[in-house]
């Protein structure tokens, strides 16, 4: 469905883990839908659906797209079907994902879209990622509304876990690509929709922002039991999958700090034994491990150094130690493109080790949202190609 003078870029993303456990992880007769900030314009679009960390099959009964309203309104005049190899719905087999079929619908950069899904059937709500920003988040509702024009107030919610929908592609100009934010928690959270209103507001048109990050994950490690599972993937495990990215030709890498601070011995927590504390050189490897795929996939990479933990409930000496190894690697390193440094910018210059004022969401881990628009202003404007 593409012209001659344009090409398939993902103009959002997004990560598939593993949703956290509990007795209610399946759900029936289910709409998700799900408002995204588009950054790119086009002519045609088509979804990515991904049963990545499924134990079973996925049935999908229907889905579409809209021009989206205020909250969970869609514009009903502009709603289209979306189609898997024809058919309305499709069956995701566990671990695999499902592209659907490319379908006519004219988007403009700066517009927000509504995917709208649903599940007639009972569905093992497990592959999805959690993530929050002023330009992210969704709804879902019980019963069949995925052409409604609103969600009924009484049976429907927000929510900011993502179901399933991993990635969403147009058919943009051939000068369009995107940039993949790849991490944790940290980048789940807010700095990539601050970098994508930077974007939106240069009035560039040309990238899209494509945020891949699942909380808790570590490069080296993963959990493999139910409490700690939403904990993810490894990094060996994520990277691969989540960068084979349409239109990408540049990843930003901040990740790592879960390696540092999550071992406590078995004494404490029996899911996390000092055995799966790295050393620097370890870490390092694993950096290398992203750089060398990034490679394969013929992208640019640059390195985001790891933020301040004092204060943190298992800080300690040799955590920061680890951490300043780690991040004066990345500093120094001729082995990436470059390195973004967002630790200097967010850490208190007088004592680095923690966040400056203004700057700690309050859990001394994750920075506040003025922090998270800070680190949107550290990228480079010639790593996001904007207009000037």
């Known amino acids: 469905m593409t012209e001659a003078n344009q090409k398939w870029v993902a103009a959002w993303g997004n990560a598939i883990s593993i949703n956290d456990r509990r007795p209610e992880n399946y759900g029936k007769n289910l709409t998700l839908r799900y ?5 790119l314009s086009g002519s045609a679009l088509r979804i990515t659906l991904d ?25 009903p005049e502009t709603c289209v079907p979306l189609t898997f190899g024809g058919a309305s719905g499709a069956t995701i087999p566990a671990g695999a994902r499902l592209r659907s079929d490319a379908a ?82 940290i980048t789940a959270q807010a700095w990539p929709d601050y970098l994508m209103q930077r974007v939106l507001d240069s009035g560039s ?4 922002i494509i945020r891949k990050a699942a909380s808790g994950t570590r ?89 301040p933990i004092e204060g943190w409930r298992t ?3 040799f955590r920061e130690t680890l951490r300043c190894e780690v991040n004066e690697w990345m500093r120094t390193t001729d082995e990436a493109d470059g390195c973004i440094d967002f630790d200097r910018a967010v850490c208190d210059p007088e004592h680095p080790a923690a966040f400056g004022a203004g700057y700690d969401s309050g859990d001394h881990l994750h920075p506040s949202q003025a ?18």
């Open 35 to 39: 408002p995204v900030k588009m950054l």
């Open 51 to 75: 049963n990545f960390c499924g134990t079973e099959a996925v049935c999908i009964t229907s889905a579409c797209i809209a021009k989206a309203g205020a909250e969970s309104e869609i514009l």
């Open 104 to 185: 006519e619908f004219t988007v403009n950069a700066g517009e927000t879209i509504a995917v709208s899904l649903y599940f007639a059937d009972f569905t093992e709500l497990r592959s999805a990622v959690n993530i929050t920003g002023p330009l992210s988040g969704g709804y879902f509702a019980v019963g069949d509304y995925a052409a409604a024009q609103q969600f009924p107030m009484d049976v429907s919610r927000k929510t900011n876990w993502v179901y399933f929908l991993s990635d969403i592609e147009v058919a943009a100009s051939y000068d369009s690509r995107a940039v993949i934010c790849y991490g944790d928690s």
């Open 205 to 208: 048109g040309k990238t899209a």
């Open 219 to 307: 490069i080296l490690r993963q959990y493999d039991n139910i409490t700690y599972d939403s904990y993810g993937l490894k990094g060996e495990t994520r990277f691969p999958r989540e960068c084979l990215v349409s239109g990408a030709d540049t990843v930003i890498i901040q990740h790592g700090i879960n390696d540092i601070i999550h071992p406590v011995g078995e004494e404490v927590n029996p899911f996390r034994p000092w055995s799966d504390l790295p050393t620097a050189a370890e870490m390092i490897e694993g950096l290398r491990f992203y750089i060398a795929k990034a490679r394969e996939y013929g992208l640019k990479v640059y390195l985001g150094t790891l933020l």
């Open 315 to 317: 800080y300690a000496d």
């Open 371 to 388: 922090a998270y628009a800070r680190m949107a202003q550290e990228v480079p404007e010639a790593i996001l190609l904007l207009r000037q």
